[in-house]
């Protein structure tokens, strides 16, 4: 078994006066203080920072402005999944004995380009760069043809999308390390800039700069709360989506899900909120369909009447999501586990599900290329 013990975030945002380095050691102290004792080995996931910083080899990047020379580290790279890959890898040196006590930290400076179109071309790296980049496409793109295959297979509208982002806004209000945090109005949904037709400004993540930490370690003894890591379910799916069978499905999503529930042997009900990869509004509604929380179709109608707010029966991303606590792209599986573990152990703040015990945390790389699904517990 292994458990959660330690957690650090800084906040999401457009941090223009600190660097990489700045805020990777951020989070990681703030994740050592919180456990209170050091680590034999140290993780890091990143996407971007060898096309943005011009800086590669992280793991003794890390370290080294840590403090921790000597200490073994590496850098993971999954996209979207990196920080959730990063855990994995974490999780596996501590069951091999290879370590007892792991550092994950996740880590993203977006803002370096203040090019829209650079930063575009960047996260376009997760799709498939020779058959859907070369011709012209980009990651928003492929959102926008599933969006525009979603709106005719299901006869929904754009305003049946903008019960996504409405949700995410109000959640992140409550979110002290939420980058967005405003309510958004129907009307300014509506009007927001077309980025890709259907998909519009407001449909998509925003870009942005942050870092996550946890630790891991074999024993549950951390002093300000404990979480056991019950299961990780892992699968992936074709990098380009011209190959897949229907573009309003996503197979990973469920491949990985029904790995975690049996790895863990729970059922879906015994699980309390769900933190999904919602890079756009309607892989969010996707996701949640594949996870069994709506028909296919139906999910702007769970959105809508309140069957994914924080109080309702199948709480989605309290804290905001990819839409509204932000994107920090390589740190986001990161974030997305120390959100399960701050409400699993009651320290959510404003953001907290009352009572929640269990929670699911659903990384993507891509268009859900790549998924894993981390099921977590309270102890």
Sequence with gaps: ?????????????NH??????????????KALEDYGKDVDYVVVSNMLSGVINGQENLGSYVVSHLGKIGTPAIKVEAAGASGAAASVVAQGLISSGAAEKVLVV????????????????????AIDSEYEGFPGGTLDAMHALVMRE??????????????????????AVDTPHAQLRFKLKPESYMRSPMIAEP???????????????????????????????????????????YRRESLTEMPAIRAAFSEALERANIERGSIDLYNIHDYSSVLGYITTEELGLAERGKAPELFKNGGADRDGPTPVNPEG?????????????????????????GRAKGAQVEGAKTALTLS????????????????
């Design 364 to 379: 993507a790389g891509g268009l859900a290329s790549n998924v894993i699904i981390h099921l977590i517990r309270g102890v």
């Design 106 to 125: 996740g880590v993203e400076k977006m803002t370096d380009y203040t090019s829209l179109e650079d930063t575009t071309s960047a996260l376009s790296t």
């Design 150 to 171: 979603y709106m005719k297979k299901y006869g929904v509208n754009r305003e049946d999308f903008s019960y996504f982002p409405l949700l995410m806004h109000k959640n």
């Design 199 to 241: 998909i519009t400004l407001l449909d998509l993540a925003p870009v942005s700069d942050g870092a996550a930490a946890i630790v891991l370690s074999k024993e549950p003894d951390g002093p300000n709360g404990n979480a056991e890591i019950l299961s990780v379910g892992h699968a992936t799916d074709t990098i380009a989506i």
């Design 321 to 345: 999501g990819l839409k509204a606590r932000g994107n920090p792209v390589g740190a986001t599986g990161v974030y997305q586990i120390a959100e399960a573990f701050l409400q699993v152990t």
């Design 1 to 13: 078994m292994v458990y959660i013990v330690g957690v650090g975030l800084t906040p999401v945002g």
């Design 16 to 29: 223009w006066s600190k660097s990489l380095r700045h805020l990777a050691v951020e989070a990681s102290v």
